[in-house]
Each structure stands twice: as C-alpha cells, then as structure tokens.
C-alpha cells in the first residue's frame, strides 16, 4: 500500500475523475489506481452533519471563542419499547470517524461557495487537527436514561461540530443491540440470526445493525459484507426460488445435499410443509445419510402458523429418526412474537429474525441528545452549564461529570448508577446516601457494596488511547453484564425502574443553576 498523505489521496482521486491518466505507461497508471482504490476506502465522514454546526463553528470562530476548552454529554431521555435498559453500541465507528477527520479541498471548495464563511475560518478548517478528549461507556455495557454514554471536552468549535456523527452513531446501533437483546432473550437461549439486510435503512444500515445485533445478543447475520468486515459469523442455505426452479421440490433438495451435504437446512414451505415439504425434506436426509453417512441439519418454516406446523413438523422429524434435525422459524418475527411462539409450544430451536429486528420497527428511533455540560474560563475554571425547559425531563444535568455503577456484594448484581462531579472524592468503604433526583424524600443508605467507573478514556488530546475489544468480547461482555441486572429491570412489560442518582454535590450545582437561570 502506498504511503501517500491525505491531500495526495485527493489529487489522484480527482485526476482520476478527470481522466488525467492520459500520457502515464501502464504500469504508472497501475500505480495511481492502486492508490486511489485505497484511498476511495478510506471512508471519510466529516461532511456528514448539520449544516448549523459549520454556522456556529464559523461564528465561535469570528468572536474568538473558538478554542475555549467546551464538555459535552451524549444521552439519552427514555429506553426504547419501555424496556428496562438499553444496550451501549457503536464505540468503534466513533472512532474511525475520529481518526479521519479532515477536511479536503473538495470540502473547502464547497464550503467557500456558500458565501457565508470567512476565508481565515477556511483556512482554519483546512489545516483542521481533531484535538478533543473522549470517553465513552464500552460497547455491550447496559446503560440507562440521563447518564452520558459519550463525553467530550476539547476546543468548542470541535466539540460542537461532531454532534450529529456522535449522534448518528451511537443512536443506531445503540437502538439495534438493544432491540436484538431484547429478541435473544426472549429466545430463551435458543439461536438468534439476523436476517434483515434487506429490509434495512440503507446500507449501513444492514451492514452496521448487523454488527450491533451480534453485540446485542444474536449468534450471527445473513450479511456477507459485515462477516468479511466485523467477523459476525454469516450464514444461509437457500431462498424459495431455489425450489421453484427445479421440476420438484425434491430434486431441488436433492441437488441442494449434492452441493453442501454438511449444511443441509431445506426450505419446506414453498408448497405445503407438512404434505411435501416436510417428507422431502425426510427423504432426502435419509439418502443423504445413507449415501454420505452424514445427518441432515435441519428445516426452515417461513410462513403459515410457525407454532403448529413446527409441532407437526417434530412429530414426523421424530418419527423418521431424526430427532437430531433442527426446526428454524423466520417470518416477520420479534420478542413477543417469540415470546407467544414458546408459550403456545412451538417446537422451534432458532429464529431467523429480519425487519423487525434491523429497523427495530417498533420503535425505530433512540432519543439520543448532545447537550454542552461546561465551559472553562480563560484561567481553566469548569464553568457548568445547564438547559432548561418547562418539561422537567428535559432540563439537563450540568459540569463535567463521572459515572459509577453500583453492584451487591452479596449478589453482584447492579442497583444503581451515581452520577458525580468529575473531581467529586465518594468513600465507597461507608455507607451511601442516594436519593430520587425528582422525588428528593424518597432515600436509602446502602453499605457492602462495589462502585465501577463506567466511562473510559477513548482519546486524549486527539490521540487513541483505548485498545477496541474484539466484537467477540463485546458479545460476552453484553451477555455478561445483563446478567447483573435484576430480573424485575429486564421485563418486557412494566420493568422496575432502575435508579440513575444524582450525588449530593452535583445535585446542589444543578438546583442552584435552576434558581439563578429560570426566571
């Protein structure tokens, strides 16, 4: 790969779009295609936001303000589908699109012919250098309305203008491993796919929900592209007009266990499950086994009532001595859904599951808010800051803050998060005051217990200090880490609200801004 910087990458690029190869020999022209391949993958997301963000940073830029040190909090008001928590996805992209920041001379360009931006702010931008502070709650860590998933703190004009692809990133794939958690468990430890590619909001849609779905909980994806490139395992048999194109639908089995004979899972439903699909399905595995010594794996139902045919379907499988033989169920599927399929006793052992997890259709949209916490004055002092509104939910919690996780000794289990003044000392050895934020007279001391930072370091001054976990470890972290909620925070219906406190101190800032500021 060549070593070329940025603005190189952008010179070839445009000759190349310009046709400007004329006069090289082949192997120069090989050359600059080589370069400018690598640089076309080398995706750079700057000019993804709201036009506003250029119109402020324009603006602190002009007053002289555009260098004050600025903290922001990431967050979100209310858990989607009335669940109990959500799930923390998307820190890796983040961090690509930290990584390549710039802007090109393309971007310039664009930007000048608005007539609305200095030239000194253009060359500001053109020598642009991503300076910020970062910290972030890991990916597969549960997480709760009010406390900052994203922090952070670096020149105001920097801090302000990744708003909307902090936003975008972390509101989707946040929304989707929270959604997928919430289908795997109420799979009840039976397999989990994501199969919604195409039914997908574009394609990272698919390609990224895919990837927040196996954090979230699901054994693996349909989606090619994000096996090669996330490492979630992908997988599939055949499609209805598989069958449809043979003269039968056994011979389309048939053909199927010639070709993968360590991967037969057929597809029964393109006619009548139980008066064909199902005995083919049977005959098949039979020859197969006869023939290669080698078990089939299973059935698919993609329609029809998945709880009754799948009974009728076991029966037969049974029947035939392939007790060993899986029944998959897809069709429009999500937690309650399968949820019903098990309480009406479907004999299912994996759910393919598509539009219903990849645009969590229920509710297809995490509330995730970016709102400025501080400022420092010119002698480095953190100045809070706070928002008010009429609505008390959406008044925001001011200062740079720190967040710990409580959990029982005794059990382990998680009771409570506390959110604290970044400098703020807590002897967690003693005995612990917390308090309901709104409803102040409603108090508990709890002792014997542990406290965990949630918010890690991601940057420093603009510089990766965080080592990314494998997606793998994401996954088991996920798992991990719901297992230390209480049962009562992961129902579906009416979950019990698990506290995210307010220390004493932080408290008094927030309620002496509130007297100072609302009028």
Known sequence: MLALSVKTYYYIINALCQDRLHGMNKSAQKMVRKGAFFAMTERNLTMLTDFYEFTMANGYFEKGIGNRRAY????????????????????????????????????????????CFSESFLNYLRDFEFECDVWAVPEGTPVFPGEPLVTVAG??????????????????????????????????GRTVLEFGSRR?????????????????????????????????????????????????EYEAFKAYADIYPDNCVFLVDTYNVLKSG?????????????????RARGIRLDSGDIAYLSIEARKMLDAAGFEDMQI?????????????????????????I????ITSKSEPVFGGVYKLSAIEDTDGAIIPKIKISENPAKITNPHFKKVYRLFENETG??????????????DFTKPLELFDPEATWKRKTFSDFTARELLVP????????????????????CAGQVDLLWDEVKRFENPHNYYVDLSQKLWDIKQDLLRKNYR
């Open 155 to 188: 020149p105001m004009i920097q801090a302000q203008f990744v708003e909307t692809m902090i936003l975008l990133t972390i509101n989707h794939q946040t929304l989707i491993a929270t959604k997928a958690n919430r289908i795997t468990r109420a799979a009840e």
């Open 328 to 352: 998959m169920a897809s069709n429009s599927l999500d937690e309650y859904l399968v949820r019903d399929l098990l309480v009406q006793g479907a004999r299912v052992d994996s759910f393919g």
């Open 458 to 477: 991601i940057f420093r001054q603009g510089k990766l200090v965080y080592q990314q976990p494998t997606i793998e470890e994401m996954r088991s972290w």
């Open 72 to 115: 922001f909090d990431m967050f979100f008001r209310r858990v989607p589908d009335g669940g109990g928590y959500a799930i923390m996805a998307g820190v890796e992209q983040l961090i690509e699109y930290f990584n390549n920041l710039h802007f090109s001379e393309e971007d310039i360009a664009y930007l000048r012919n608005r007539k």
């Open 354 to 357: 598509g539009e219903r997890l």
């Open 413 to 426: 289990k998680a009771f409570a998060d506390l959110i604290c003044v970044h400098d703020e000392v807590i």
């Open 200 to 248: 997908a909001q574009g394609y990272d849609g698919a390609i990224l929900g895919a990837r927040a779905a196996y954090i979230g909980g699901c054994q693996g994806t349909a989606c090619v592209l994000s096996d090669r490139d996330y490492k979630i395992p992908a997988g599939g048999t055949m499609a209805h007009s598989w069958v449809q194109m043979f003269d039968s």
């Open 278 to 294: 199902v005995p083919n399905a049977i005959r098949v595995a039979k020859e197969l086994e006869a023939e290669k010594g080698i």
